[in-house]
């Protein structure tokens, strides 16, 4: 690929407080209330962080996500101030509600594997009876999950939400609010760009009593794309060729074709170099054809260096 991947970080910024190494985000805390995020090249899978990471897929991912958030900041404030080098974002540190918030608007993935086993409920949301994969609901459903820092995130309904304190009622109806507004305007510039927005999640924090969104958005690690052409084309009746994904879906469907679905015990396949570019250039369509941009690849150089020059220079200098 011609760069080396970022598979982890430890740096020691100005003003450091902690440091957590998430599934695929290094999050630097500065006092109480600044984060620096470095997002890796890390990977994860079935909630397993795979052992090769991806070249450039820290910055796809980092990039997308600044994009995004500028695009929905008049529907929610969020959490970004600024963004000092490709991989690296560095905003507003809130306290995160323990809800994944997940709305789907057609039968895919998850919400689909969960149908053809003859589940006709998700997350206390009543699913139609006679739909197909891909078919769109009738609405947009939200089907929120725990958020765990370990182990598998879980189904849960809006009453265990607030049966547990997750979210107050009056907080569960602003973060769906939000949810909601977020996902049409999500598929808007997905249309506008060729693709079809399948299914997304947020994550929302707290600051100054109020909720602000957090973390990425509509990034292929929180989303599920489809070309809009042969999703349209499947949808409206040519069955002969699934939908064309650009999602992460591709990555779990290759694990799953060897024999891994993230149980415990199982090992994990060997991602060859060929796989890894793959996944890689995967990364870098999506960016162009969502961000309708052309990818930059870093110069040349120690990515480690580069990053740890760029964030210094910009807590010296605020900017």
């Known amino acids: 690929m011609g760069t080396q991947a970022i598979s982890t970080t430890d740096f020691k910024f100005p003003g450091q407080t902690e440091l957590f190494h998430g599934k695929v985000r290094d999050v630097y805390s500065l006092g109480d209330d600044k984060l620096i995020i470095v997002v890796t ?4 899978a079935f909630d397993v962080v795979l052992p090769r990471g991806i070249p450039y897929k820290g910055q796809v991912l980092n990039q ?13 404030p969020n959490w970004l101030q600024a963004v000092p080098d490709p991989t690296v974002s560095a905003g507003l540190k809130a306290d995160p509600v323990k809800v994944e918030m997940v709305i789907r608007g057609c039968l895919v993935g998850h919400a689909w594997r969960e149908y053809k086993a003859g589940k006709r409920e998700l997350c206390g949301v009543a699913l139609p009876e006679g739909m197909q994969e891909y078919d769109s609901f009738p609405a947009p459903i939200i089907t929120p999950t725990t958020k765990e820092d370990i182990g598998h995130d879980e189904d849960i309904t809006e009453d265990q939400i607030i049966e547990h304190n997750l979210a107050t009622a009056e907080e569960w109806k602003q973060l769906c609010d939000y949810t909601r507004q977020l996902f049409k305007r999500g598929q808007e510039m997905a249309r506008e760009q060729g693709l079809v927005l399948a299914d997304t999640k947020y994550e929302f924090g707290r600051l100054d009593g109020k909720i602000i969104l957090i973390d990425e958005v509509h990034t292929p690690d929180s989303s599920r794309y489809f070309y809009a052409d042969s999703y349209d084309k499947y949808v409206g009746g040519d069955k002969a060729e699934a939908p064309r994904q650009l999602s992460k879906e591709f990555l779990r469907e290759w694990l799953m074709d060897k024999g891994f679905s993230g149980e415990a015990g199982q090992p994990v396949p060997e991602l060859d170099d060929a796989f890894i570019n793959q996944v890689s250039e995967r990364y870098i369509e999506l960016y162009e054809q969502m961000s309708g941009q052309t990818f930059v690849k870093p110069a040349a150089g120690d990515p480690l260096k580069r990053i740890e020059t760029n ?5 010296e200098t605020g900017a």
């Open 41 to 44: 090249d890390r990977v994860s």
């Open 64 to 76: 997308l996500a600044a994009h995004f958030l500028e695009k929905t900041a008049d529907i929610v």
């Open 311 to 315: 964030v210094i220079g910009y807590l």
